[in-house]
């Protein structure tokens, strides 16, 4: 019996595309990309581009308090 093991790539993104899915996690509520995103230096102080919303903000917003307690 043969085992393969893919290889996946990891793909590089730009300070802006970090900034932009950090925004996305954090409105989604999902923690594990939000922590996964701010590991990959991801600029926790983003804010959104038409409101100038902050990642805080859009927390409490949605009611996702554990990425609350994570950016506090």
């Known amino acids: 019996m043969m085992i393969t093991h893919q290889h996946q790539e990891q793909q590089v993104l730009s300070s ?18 939000v922590e996964s995103l701010l590991d990959q ?15 805080l903000h859009l927390a409490s917003k949605y009611g996702h308090r554990r990425c609350v307690e994570l950016l506090l």
Request: some cysteine; hydrophobic content about 40%.
């Open 41 to 55: 230096h991801a600029d926790m102080h983003t804010r959104t581009w038409l409101r100038k919303e902050t990642l």
């Open 16 to 33: 802006s595309q970090l900034d932009e899915a950090l925004i996305e996690a954090v409105c989604e509520g999902s923690i594990l990309k």
